[in-house]
């Protein structure tokens, strides 16, 4: 680009309003004037002759094409002023919109700090409802439903205490969190209806889920590494591509539940029931299972290498059944394999 041209350039955009409000002013004046002008120059060239003939109504013909052409063309105009509005309003629209979600979120958010648990869970429905409005928003909104995922799953985990007796060395977790504000974050991103955060990776790995109740619900792509489940239900429940390595499971409600391409190795398993559950593409590798039963599942294409079946291990109706606990640790993925 020349020097001159840059000058150019330069000025333009120094002068980018002024020019802009001129243009918007007296846009229908040029227009009008410029084919009147137009119009006076062509009869001048005898386009009324060229276009009508040599006739005493050429010129009243000619006149009517050119009111007519410039009526077109304000109608035009004004059409696409009026876009230029609409879309100008529209971009405002979105900017006030964004910015009320902003004041929303923030607020929201900050209910989560609080002490009191009515304030909390207000907290989580109005981050839930948020994500729930920009999941089918534009695209520069959509961002707040992975950021309200994050958040949510961050606070079950910093809530999630580590207390070690100092006597013998031994560890447990805990929450520190009533069980009923776990319960109300496991709910909002597992069990509603649009599934706004099915399709995100969520971590909710060294987290502790004591007397929770995900009956029916849908949970895909979790890390649930290292998590306590304690005392709960997840009947009729859908586990799709779920890690649930070196797991703690006690005393948990599986029944007719559904695992798909879920990982369990290296977790101790006891006083659980997967009964009617169907099953698979999932490795229990190294897991420890005592007084579980799988009654009535649907087992395909499973792998319990290295498995310990310590106590009352059911696999009554299933492939399984009948064959010794060698046999299972070691010819699992051969005998359940579709």
Request: glycine share 10%.
């Given at each position: 680009m020349s020097k001159r041209a840059k000058t150019f350039s330069a000025l333009l955009e120094t002068n980018k309003k002024a020019i802009s409000k001129f243009y918007y002013k007296y846009i229908f004046l040029i227009i009008i004037f410029g084919t009147i002008l137009l119009g006076i120059i062509f009869y001048k060239l005898d386009?009324?002759?060229?276009?009508?003939?040599?006739?005493?109504?050429?010129?009243?013909?000619?006149?009517?094409?050119?009111?007519?052409?410039?009526?077109?063309?304000?109608?035009?105009?004004?059409?696409?002023?009026?876009?230029?509005r609409v879309a100008e309003q529209t971009r405002q629209n979105n900017i006030n919109e964004r910015g009320q979600i902003n004041t929303r979120f923030k607020d929201a958010a900050t209910l989560l700090g609080s002490d009191s648990v009515s304030s909390i869970l207000s907290g989580i429905y109005a981050l839930h409802q948020i994500a729930l409005e920009t999941s089918i928003g534009d695209k520069g909104q959509r961002g707040y439903v992975n950021i309200i995922q994050d958040i949510l799953c961050a606070y079950v985990r910093e809530n999630t205490d580590t207390i070690q007796n100092e006597e013998n060395g031994k560890a447990w977790r805990i929450n520190k969190k009533p069980t009923i504000v776990i319960q109300t974050i496991v709910k909002v991103l597992f069990k509603n209806d649009k599934q706004v955060y099915s399709n995100l990776m969520t971590d909710l790995s060294d987290c502790v889920f004591e007397g929770i109740n995900l009956d029916e619900a849908h949970i895909a792509n979790v890390d649930f590494s290292r998590t306590k489940f304690i005392k709960s239900s997840f009947k009729k429940t859908a586990f799709i591509a779920c890690y649930l390595e070196d797991a703690f499971i006690d005393d948990v409600d599986f029944t007719d539940s559904s695992f798909e391409k879920t990982v369990f190795d290296l977790s101790h398993i006891k006083n659980t029931s997967f009964a009617k559950c169907r099953i698979i593409q999932s490795d229990f590798w190294d897991v420890v299972f005592n007084k579980v039963s799988f009654k009535d599942a649907v087992l395909d294409n499973l792998d319990f290498k290295d498995v310990v079946l310590e106590e009352d291990v059911y696999f009554e109706n299933t492939k399984l059944e009948g064959y010794s606990?060698?046999?299972?640790?070691?010819?699992?993925?051969?005998?359940t394999k579709s």
């Open positions: 386009a009324h002759i060229m276009l009508f003939g040599d006739t005493t109504a050429a010129l009243g013909e000619y006149v009517r094409t050119v009111a007519t052409v410039l009526g077109g063309a304000l109608v035009l105009l004004g059409l696409w002023i009026n876009n230029r606990p060698e046999e299972i640790k070691t010819k699992s993925s051969i005998i």
